[in-house]
């Protein structure tokens, strides 16, 4: 069965600093990847995707995103994080099979301090 | 980004009385939503997909008859909680799938559903 980690599940930041979250998953054929983002109060938001070619993904707000294939990782990153990035952050995986479900892993809170 | 809604946002009901919560796709038509379950401070639970015309495919855990899911159209999704128990309250978020090139996910903006 897919599987999809998160290993920070907390993550505390001073503004400008660089922020990269792990992202694993466990399949082993085709898949689709996301990361979403839920604002305090909000509902999901789409960052970024990855489907094929380019593994560096590009989203909105600044963030990016490596699919590294061999490592099964979907790391997001940003270069300087803001107080208004503070939410929290979910990896998703969809597999190419017919069942086509989002996965998710269990979602890293951020906090941005001024 | 496509916008899919909820209604209710919240709804407080009594024991043993049904609940419906409403999906809608707003500005494409979603052949395919989810509904799904989350738990303060935990992730997203998939419970059930729901095809359009078709019966739902639940999750593994999930009773069907508890959770009644009706896929009726292209943009419109809905789930009754059947005499809801207080271990149902819970936040419940559909999403809808784009099939078009997009081929993304939208999600609602959740309902906040509390049984006493």
């Known amino acids: 069965a897919q599987s999809v980690s998160q290993h920070n599940h907390h993550v505390i930041l001073s503004e400008a600093a660089s922020l990269e979250l792990g992202c694993n998953y466990s399949y082993g054929g085709t898949v689709n990847l996301f990361w979403y983002v839920q604002y305090p109060g909000q509902h999901l938001q789409l960052l970024l995707k990855?489907?094929?070619?380019?593994?560096l993904v590009k989203g909105i707000k600044g963030f990016e995103a490596e699919f590294i294939k061999s490592k099964f990782s979907f790391n997001l990153r940003k270069p300087s994080v803001q107080w208004s990035d503070t939410a929290e952050y979910f990896c998703a995986v969809r597999s190419g099979g017919a069942t086509n479900k989002l996965i998710f892993g269990t979602g890293t809170l951020l906090a941005v301090q001024p | 980004g496509a916008v899919v809604s909820q209604h209710p946002s919240r709804v407080i009901c009594k024991s043993g009385t049904s609940v419906k919560i409403e999906c809608r796709s707003l500005d494409f038509q979603a052949t395919t939503m989810f509904w799904y379950r989350q738990f303060p401070k935990k992730s997203l639970m998939l419970m059930a997909t729901s095809n359009e015309g078709s019966k739902a495919t639940y999750e593994q855990g999930v009773e069907k008859d508890k959770f009644l899911i009706n896929h009726a159209s292209l943009t419109l999704s809905t789930l009754t909680v059947t005499s809801a128990h207080p271990e149902d309250s819970s936040f419940y978020i559909c999403?809808?799938?784009?099939?078009?090139?997009?081929?993304?996910?939208?999600f609602g903006p959740g309902t906040r559903l509390t049984v006493l």
């Open positions: 999403s809808a799938r784009d099939s078009s090139l997009t081929d993304t996910q939208y």
């Open positions: 990855y489907f094929s070619g380019d593994p």
